[in-house]
Structures are given as structure tokens and as C-alpha cells.
């Protein structure tokens, strides 16, 4: 069993950048990838960025692709997303989750263990 814990959502305005972090507890994370999502009220939950713990490759989507950036401390068992330049469209629930394989997957199903969320609200 793997328990994630959310930080960092906030109020920000456009423009502006947040960092979320996502502490680890439990089980081992090797041979893990770290995952985030976001959600909006009525939409599917979509994949923002992913890491692999192990080696620490990185994948985003095209949202997310220059804008953000997914990093692990291994030693802290914590993972980071830093937003930067934020946009009213990135405003959602930020989720993190782990899968329990090492092989890359943008698929929330994919995912076996999830934290609880942090809202992101990016307005004027």
C-alpha cells in the first residue's frame, strides 16, 4: 500500500506559478511511476506529467509541455509539479497517483494508488 498526500494548491493569477508536492508513505516506490492528473467538475480526469521514480525520465502532456515541470526526491519520497505561467484553463483538482510498473502510462486507470487532491484556481 502506497499513501500520497497532496500540497501546495492555492488562488493564483494568471501568469503566476505554484508547486505541487505530493508526499509518499508506505510501500516501496522502485520500479514506480509518479503520476499527476487534474479534474474539472464533469470531465474526465487527464494526465498533466508523469516520472519515473527509478530513473527519473520524464513525459508530459501538451498542455502541460514548457510550462511545467515533474521531479522526484527520492531521498524525501516526494514528488513535485512546478507550474509556472498559469492559465485560467489549468484551474482544476491536481491529483497525484502512483503506478506500480515502470513502464509509462498516461491511462488513469493505469494508476493503483491516489492522493486525496489540491485545487488549483488560476482567475484575474
Known amino acids: 500500500q502506497v499513501q500520497l498526500v497532496e500540497s501546495g494548491g492555492g488562488l493564483v493569477r494568471p501568469g503566476e506559478s505554484l508547486r505541487l508536492s505530493c508526499a509518499a508513505s508506505g510501500a516501496s516506490l522502485r520500479r514506480s511511476i509518479l503520476g499527476w492528473f487534474r479534474q474539472t467538475p464533469g470531465k474526465e480526469r487527464e494526465f498533466v506529467a508523469l516520472?519515473?521514480?527509478?530513473?527519473?525520465?520524464?513525459y508530459y502532456a501538451a498542455s502541460a509541455k514548457g510550462r511545467f515541470i515533474v521531479s522526484r526526491d527520492k531521498t524525501k519520497r516526494t514528488g513535485y509539479l512546478q507550474m509556472d505561467n498559469l492559465k485560467p484553463e489549468d484551474t482544476a483538482v491536481y491529483y497525484c497517483?502512483?503506478?506500480?510498473?515502470?513502464?509509462?502510462?498516461?491511462?488513469?486507470?493505469?494508476?493503483?494508488?491516489w492522493g486525496q487532491g489540491t485545487q488549483v484556481t488560476v482567475s484575474p
Open positions: 497517483a502512483v503506478r506500480q510498473s515502470n513502464m509509462l502510462s498516461t491511462d488513469s486507470q493505469q494508476y493503483n494508488y
Open positions: 516520472v519515473n521514480w527509478d530513473a527519473g525520465a520524464t
